[in-house]
């Protein structure tokens, strides 16, 4: 019972895999895909309260791996309705396309329950492997394989940052002889402060760093948002970054509960993606590449929340990336609607917006301006309790250095707001919308607000399931 | 006028701030323009008869906080959703619910496009707008005063003149970027306190150092919104770009929530700090009063040279401020309260003149009053007002600014004086030139005078010139109180003991 979420996605992933077989089955492939996902979300629903330790103490249910589980059925839905007929996928290959999609999210929604770290790395490779494939299967144009040079860098910075992963993994495995987590965090305590711990937990974060975007690898993002269609980058730039963080949280918390050689190495690269994200895409024209960079930089605000080492900003990182997967996929969707055939988005398409879609315009301005952290949008109370956390730890200067990056950010984000409601449509036509687009938008809308004006019930179950990360098996009830 | 008694679970503030938000939620569904004309200035008028209860039901001789309304908003971050209104902040809301109808009116047939998104626009600003004056709790301070730039930055961007991008973003850019040290000093101030209720940030013995740290993120947010010279560039160009409807905004209640956020914030949480740093800022005062003055001098566009007038303007509320004493504090209060009746009434006025002409330059304008002696007396009597004339409202605020200044330095105070000499000569400049002009003037026969819905948003703002002009007791008498007690927050003890150690 408490393995039914993972069940339906990899029954779901069978049906999907014999409607490939046949030909021409991309329309039957949506719809399977589609009631999967909301399948999905009906049995992570259904167990939401359930506890359980699976496989010999690799595999655990608590409530930190359901409600992380929840929020990724909830955009594996959002994903496919906003993807809506995925035009850009050549017909012959789309209903192969919603496979891997599902592998991929049910890599994820594995990966949030692994306790073992073999267990972990092959739901890490089952979440990752599948998204390399989506981003070449983008269709060519005008003799640019630019799909396909994406792709490459992807998957290569992805293998390459999960051998170092494993090195890491390694010299963890090499101190405490042990392969399960929480053996591992009573194991550790005494040697946290050894070189080796620290070199093996820095090596670790590289392949979660590697999802995250975060600086220094954060080379693929931009390229690869660009290069992907617009569907498969709102995958990788939402759902997989979850993920990472909600790992990271596991790994983080075998340092607690302070370790300044890692404190410091989390600060440095907070600070330097935050700058390198935020600077560099001052200057964008592309808008998938703009969020690309505007991507790393958040990535650097998640981070803020690992610089404080306790229990408050876990919940603070997790909550952002959680509202971060609601904003960024309202700018998504105002992306993939507004491409003309699936072509990239420039700021210039973007203009007079709010009279070419009235309701694309409000969805875009307010994925804007939530992920430039204004209020009363999700953007802004995540990065209150981020600083906040930090602040209560001492952080002072990473707060400041976060506030003014803040402020860099918003010159950006106004030039997408800029485009979008204060220039002239011009000769650009009217973009209708079908039903499932205005329903993801209003979804997206409300969950940014909800999440934003509203975020109690979010952060005190994120809060109250930090208690069981990496706690001792034994206080887990068996099934 | 008699109104039941206020009933202690009425929640008046809330009402007062959510329902402009239900208003455009209605709004939304609307099609005709001319209805949601209608509905806006409808459901404005409403909120503004609602709030007026506000003024009877105030108790006058207690600084407690009053209507106070209290619930849990997010435990777990120990944030609530607290208001409460004093002597002070009554004031400003009064105000800005009864400027709300006259911006609706200006915009009548100013605004033609995108009528349903203005009028949305509107009634948002005018949520977040009393949500500022009346919260105490922090965060949800914070929350107000963000949220306040979306609808306006759009105001000014959708809606506004040539360069309305620039403006838009410059202002959007200029708040936003003050305001990010201010949420820094919030939570800095919550590990110290333990708390978001401004109240219980009030009177805590923090060390001096933090208090110099917290005053100077406060002073930076609060200065740009005011906006004290150096800050002000952002201020013109909002003003000359924006719709009537939205300059009117700016200047009546959006400058004067940084020196609300002095006042509320700044005086009582960080007295130590306040006296350290008094002397620098009345010199900016100073400095804003004199150089907002000759700048509106040299100006030719009728927006720009009321926008450079409230530069001067606002220096004279933060003198008084920094003045800390009953007379400066209460001249400043009134100060803001008659910044906004005048400089609103002038942003009309040259909505007005705008409208038929579609220029607000001096010289094209000139002489239209002849054609319009209706309009001209009006414009005659805002700006009599405006350079503080005896018998209208600014020659309170300014005299007891400057009564309270005399107190505090001689200096200073005799330095502000060409300001309100300076006043006088840009103020008599534009009415001359626009009510009689040149012999040569441009050809205005074909002008139309003020119709009724004209007359109607001028008339109220009229009263006010003169009854705060004549009868200001009323007025005073209700915040009296409430500057007491500020005074003796930021003149109590513990700032008696820094200005000891300095």
Sequence with gaps: MAFLPELVLMAGALVLFFICLGESRARQAGIAAFVVSVATIAACALCLGQQAVLFDGAYRVDLFSQILKLVFACGFVLVLM??????????????????????????????????????????????SFPLYLLVPMRCEREGQRSQMESAIKYIMFGVAANGIMLFGLSYLFGLTGTTSLPVMVEKLRPVVHSPLAITGLALTFCGLFFKLAVFPFHFWTPDVYQGASNETASIIASLSKVGAVAVLVRFVSLASPDNHAIVLLLTLLAVASMFYGNLIALIQKDLKRLLGFSGIAHAGYALIGFVAMDAAGYAASLYYIVGYLFMVLACFVVICKVSRDGANVSMEDLAGLHRRSPLLAVTLVVGIFALAGIPPFVGFMGKFTLLS??????????????????????????????????????????????????????????????????????????????????????????? | MTFPSHHPDFPILSVLIFSPLVAAAIAVFIRSEGLLRWWTLASTIVIALVSLPLWC??????????????????????????????????LLVLMTTLIMPLCVLCSWRYITKRVKEFMICLLVMETAMVGVFCALDFILFFVFWEAMLIPMALLIGV????????????????????????????????????????????????????????????????????????????????????????????????????????????????????????????????????????????????????????????????????????????????????????????????????ERLHTRDLGETAGMGKFMPVFAGFLGIFCLSSLAFPGTNSFIGEFLV???????????????????????????????????????????????????????????????????????????????????????????????AAVALR
């Design chain 1, 82 to 127: 906003l993807g809506g007929e995925i035009s850009d996928i050549r017909d012959d290959i789309r209903a192969e396309y919603y496979l891997f999609l599902t592998l991929s999210v049910s890599g994820l929604v594995m990966l949030v329950s692994c306790v073992d770290i073999i267990t972990l790395v092959v739901a890490l490779e089952l979440s």
């Design chain 1, 389 to 479: 956390a930090a602040l209560a730890k001492g952080h002072l200067a990473l707060v400041i250095i976060a506030v003014v990056n803040t402020a860099i950010a918003i010159y950006y984000y106004l030039g997408v707001v800029r485009e979008a409601c204060f220039r002239d449509a011009g000769d650009r036509p009217v973009i209708a919308l079908d039903w499932t687009t205005r329903v993801v938008c209003v979804l997206l809308i409300v969950g940014v607000l909800v999440l934003g004006i509203a975020p109690a019930f979010v952060i005190d179950a994120i809060s109250s399931s930090l208690a069981c990360v990496n706690l001792p098996l034994a206080s887990v009830p068996q099934p």
């Design chain 2, 57 to 90: 039901w105030f108790d006058a001789t207690t600084a407690k906080f009053q209507f106070v309304e209290h619930a849990a908003w997010i435990p777990s971050l120990k944030i609530s959703y607290t208001l409460g209104i004093d002597g002070i902040s009554l």
């Design chain 2, 159 to 354: 809606w506004g003149g040539p360069r309305k991008i620039y403006a838009a973003i410059k202002f959007f850019i200029y708040t936003m970027a003050g305001s990010i040290l201010l949420l820094v000093a919030i939570i800095a101030l919550y590990l110290k306190v333990g708390s978001f209720d401004i109240r219980a940030m009030m009177g805590h013995p923090y060390a001096a150092e933090f208090q110099c740290w917290v005053f100077l993120a406060f002073f930076i947010s609060f200065a740009i919104k005011v906006p004290m010279f150096p800050f002000h560039t952002w201020l013109p160009a909002a003003h000359v770009e924006a719709p009537t409807a939205g300059s009117v905004l700016l200047a009546s209640i959006l400058l004067k929530m940084g020196t609300y956020g002095f006042l509320r914030f700044s005086l009582p949480i960080t007295p130590h700090a306040t006296h350290v740093f008094t002397p620098y800022i009345l010199w900016l005062s100073v400095i804003a009063i004199i150089y907002g003055g000759l700048t509106a001098l040299a100006q030719s566009d009728l927006k720009k040279l009321v926008a450079y007038s409230s530069v001067s303007h606002m220096g004279f509320a933060t003198f008084g401020i920094f003045a800390l004493n009953v007379n400066g504090i209460e001249g400043a209060t009134m100060v803001m309260i008659n910044h906004g009746v005048t400089t609103g009434a002038l942003f009309i006025a040259v909505g007005i003149i705008y």
């Design chain 2, 402 to 496: 400057l009564a309270g200044g005399f107190k505090v330095s001689k200096l200073m105070a005799i330095c502000t004086v060409p300001g309100v000499v300076i006043a006088a000569a840009y103020m008599l400049r534009m009415l001359q030139k626009v009510a009689y002009g040149h012999v040569n003037n441009p050809d205005h026969s074909q002008l139309a005078d003020l119709n009724l819905r004209e007359i109607v948003t001028l008339a109220p703002l009229l009263v006010f010139v003169f009854w705060i002009g004549l009868h200001p007791q009323p007025f005073i008498h209700v915040m009296h109180a409430s500057v007491q007690h500020l005074l003796e927050q930021a003149n109590g003890p513990l700032a008696n």
